[in-house]
């Protein structure tokens, strides 16, 4: 990394970050955390190493940061984001992991010359398995491009789009995309038990397919379309059940409407 990190947030995302960043060898006495509750704060300090204040008036006021991260949720950022302007310059990079919050908002609080980087991660990055889309702001630098690349990057996959736009169509699939794929295991388990099996059965059935078939289109080369006909024989079962789900009100018609949905709010809650 070009050089200290400062962590506004040390929540699930916030703290699933700060270990992959240590675990991938940043030095803990490069990384400062800004954490209010103070028995949060005290387990991040135990656990890590790092120095963690209550605000950022209590930083040490000789710490640069190069990189300052905002891990917060959307609804504090009012609050949170204009106490850091004081870093603002073409030397600091301010890489936000909130969802709905445009680079427009940030230089309004921070001023037209902070360098913006906005990522929607998704809450994968918990155990190293996140998807991160970054947009960045026409002033980041190469080297700035690259160091918020691979701060996330500790915690999964990353890509890049070229328009903010598209970061609410990002939202809607991978920022949310987990709770989508967490209810169809509830959903696979509520409709073994109305056909007849006993609930644990049901609930161990739906969940072991699930990541098991995770793991199996992960290790394949094959696209998941080629993967669903290899366990589709003509006239089985399987087909019976894809006559429901593939036909013209079924899942894909559904699932397109609840993307839709998400996007349209993701672009509320950005004012647009």
């Not at 379309?225 to 036909?247: C, F, I, Q, Y």
Request: glycine share 10%; net charge negative.
């Amino acid at each position: 990394m070009s050089g200290p990190l400062l962590l506004a947030g040390g929540g699930k995302m916030g703290g699933a970050l700060l270990a992959g960043w240590l675990a991938g060898g940043t030095a803990p006495e490069s990384v400062v955390v800004v954490e209010p509750d103070a028995e949060r704060a005290a387990a991040l300090a135990k656990r890590h190493g790092v120095v963690v204040q209550a605000v950022p008036a209590d930083i040490d006021p000789g710490f640069r940061p190069a990189t300052v991260i905002f891990a917060v949720k959307p609804q504090a950022m009012d609050e949170v984001v204009p106490a850091y302007r004081p870093y603002a310059g073409p030397d600091v990079a301010f890489l936000s992991i909130a969802a709905g919050t445009p680079v427009a908002y940030f230089q309004a609080q921070l001023g037209a010359d902070a360098v913006v980087v906005r990522a929607m991660p998704n809450t994968p990055a918990a155990v190293g398995r996140g998807m991160s889309v970054v947009y960045a702001d026409p002033m980041a630098s190469k080297d700035q491009r690259r160091d918020c690349a691979k701060l996330l990057e500790a915690v999964g996959r990353v890509a890049w789009v070229d328009d903010e736009e598209l970061l609410h169509a990002v939202t809607a699939v991978s920022g949310s995309g987990p709770a989508y794929v967490f209810l169809l295991v509830e959903c696979l388990a509520r409709a073994g038990v109305e056909a007849g099996l006993p609930e644990a059965l049901a609930a161990e059935l739906a969940y072991a397919t699930v990541v098991g078939s995770a793991a199996l289109l992960e290790g394949s080369e094959e696209p998941p379309g080629r993967l669903r006909e290899n366990v589709t024989s003509p006239g089985g079962t399987t087909r019976a059940a894809l006559d429901v789900l593939m036909a013209d009100d079924g899942l894909q018609p559904l699932m397109t409407t609840a993307v839709a949905a998400a996007a349209r709010r993701s672009r509320e809650l950005a004012g647009g």
